[in-house]
């Protein structure tokens, strides 16, 4: 039986090519063949997932389902790979998608079911507050409240256009745009989360999925254990540590070392800097704020 990592190095065939194409149907069944073996596609919490095989030494037997694996080029050359992933989000999948800082676990801010997932995958609290990965400043405006001005007359609309696409994390108020489960999540009885965490990754792959949705996606990083002090998550790993925990795809793009973004608040007539990261932090704040 092909391991996971044996599969991400495969060309595909045509008949692969053409199953990839595909549109995903719910209930339809396509037969994914790979060398020896056969992966069958399934439906998992009614969103239409191809099995993925188990490697060598893992339990199950011979075959099994799984989330759905794809493995693309990180120069976007081979983006119509990306095809079922965003069918998938569409209709509410959880998935794992490359960025530029950390691989995030991302699913649809309007999908309950898939945030309610989302917070069970990685056990968190519902008090635990999410970032949204956003297409472009146009979802920035409708799902907050915009960029203020600073009290030395700054724009900070204009910070943010030098910054991204990019590694930041940027705090703004939230709209009454951005949907219940995401500002009041579970109990109806928690305090509104009145501000959001909004990321528009500088990443082909993930701005490639997002431009082709209709709206953000909510998301957490994604930790591995780190070697050293590098962390460098894989695809395969990522998949074993969310191994029947719901996931329904992984986009992987190869290794690489994930750093952190860098979190800025900019709720305040001043901009604050929460955590530097992979961002540099002097676009909003002094180097004073952080030296």
């Known amino acids: 039986m092909l391991s996971y990592e044996a599969m ?10 053409d199953l990839l ?5 719910t209930g339809r069944k396509l037969l994914f063949r790979v060398a020896q073996g056969v992966c069958s596609k399934r439906t998992l919490h009614g969103t239409p997932v191809r099995a993925a095989k188990r490697g060598k030494g893992e339990s199950g037997g011979g075959r099994s389902s799984g989330p759905l694996y794809i493995t693309v080029e990180r120069d976007g050359s081979d983006l119509w790979r990306l095809d079922p992933v965003i069918n998938m989000l569409k209709e509410g999948a959880l998935g794992i ?44 405006n409708t799902y907050t409240l915009g960029f203020p001005s600073t009290g030395m007359g700054q724009d900070t609309f204009r910070l943010a256009r030098r910054a991204l696409p990019g590694p930041y994390t940027l705090i703004l108020h939230a709209s009454k745009a951005m949907p219940k489960q995401c500002v009041d999540f579970l109990t109806g009885k928690s305090k509104p989360r009145r501000t959001v965490g909004v990321r528009m990754p500088g990443d082909a792959l993930c701005q490639a999925v997002l431009a082709n949705l209709d709206r953000p996606l ?32 992984v ?12 979190v800025i608040d900019l709720t305040e007539r001043e901009p604050t800097l929460i955590r530097q990261g992979k961002g540099d932090p002097s676009i909003f704040v002094s180097e004073h704020a952080y030296a």
């Open 8 to 17: 991400s190095t495969m060309r595909p065939n045509a008949l692969q090519n």
């Open 251 to 262: 986009v992987d793009c190869g290794t690489r070392v994930a750093e952190g973004s860098t």
């Open 218 to 249: 909510l998301s957490t990083s994604v930790h591995v254990e780190a070697e050293g002090e590098l962390e460098i998550p894989e695809g395969a790993v990522m998949m074993d540590m969310f191994a029947g925990r719901g996931l329904d795809f």
């Open 97 to 140: 998608l490359p960025t530029d800082t950390y691989p995030a676990l991302v699913c649809d801010i309007e999908a309950r079911k898939a945030v309610e997932r989302l917070y069970a995958a990685k056990g968190m609290e519902p008090t635990k507050q999410l970032s949204i990965l956003v297409r472009n400043f146009s979802d920035i």
């Open 21 to 25: 194409r595909a549109p995903f149907a």
